[in-house]
């Protein structure tokens, strides 16, 4: 199987066109970002990866790993009353895969559509349990409440969408694997002390197949509006472009004078 390549879209392409799970998020928080990287090549500015929580992430495959071979419920499983036990798959290591991932071809608008699952349960009626590990540093206990975290949701639903799409049975209710760093101590002597919970999440995934339709028009078509900020308000990126765009002309023609 192919890495993943960020390739732009041709109008009237008739080969497949790929679409991670990230670019779907990314469309439906501003199509204009979207349809400039996709048809354009124009890219967000990027930002560093937080490889603190990269590290997290590969210690609790680690972790959840070891019981998958086991096949014995993990701690929180059983601290939560959850009858479940990692999925041993022969495919897990591939879908946990950042670049290939699980995939499916969307017929309807010849999408091809992938993305890295953090991990896959399976509880006792068969059903598989979509889980994403997630890490942060508050005070507060962790919660999924704030308007921003419904990008998480989304995140959820897409994977649970691409795994009934490959056959699978897979429960509406997924988790988040939560570990939330401690402010607590007295020092830091290089260690971090964490508190992770168990939070659930019942998704709907009847958004997604309307997305994709709307995702291949807006390729098929000219430039999109703006769309918004993930915490709200206009899309920041595109904020920033204006304005930029605005002051440069203004001093260009005072420049003239």
Not at 88 to 98: E, G
Not at 107 to 132: K, M, R, S, Y
Not at 175 to 202: E, M, P, Q, S, W
Request: aromatic letters at 12%; proline letters at 4%.
């Amino acid at each position: 199987m192919a890495y993943y390549r960020n390739t732009r879209y041709t109008l009237g392409q008739t080969k497949p066109y790929t679409i991670s799970r990230s670019k779907i998020e990314l469309f439906t928080q501003c199509q204009r970002c979207f349809w400039l990287e996709a048809r354009l090549g124009i890219k967000r500015p990027s930002s560093p990866p937080f490889q603190i929580n990269k590290a997290i992430d590969e210690l609790f495959k680690k972790e959840f790993d070891f019981y998958r071979e086991k096949q014995q419920p993990h701690p929180i499983m059983v601290q939560n009353k959850l009858a479940a036990v990692p999925f041993k798959h022969k495919d897990v290591v591939l879908w946990q895969d950042t670049f290939k991932g699980i995939r499916t071809l969307h017929t309807g608008t010849n999408l091809e559509v992938f993305g890295g699952i953090d991990d896959v349960w399976i509880d006792a009626n068969e059903q598989l349990i979509v889980v994403d590990y997630k890490a942060t540093a508050k005070a507060k206990e962790v919660t999924l409440d704030a308007d921003w975290q419904k990008s998480y949701k989304r995140q959820l639903e897409v994977y649970q969408w691409l795994l009934r799409q490959n056959g699978f049975t897979v429960s509406d209710t997924g988790y988040f694997v939560y570990a939330n760093a401690r402010f607590d101590g007295d020092i830091f002597n290089d260690t971090l002390t964490f508190t992770t919970k168990l939070i659930a999440h019942t998704g709907t995934d009847n958004w997604i197949e309307p997305t994709l339709v709307h995702i291949k028009e807006v390729l098929e078509g000219d430039m999109p509006p703006v769309g918004d900020s993930i915490m709200g308000g206009e899309c920041e990126f595109c904020a920033y472009a204006r304005k930029r765009t605005e002051l440069t002309l203004d001093h260009l023609q005072k420049s003239k004078r």
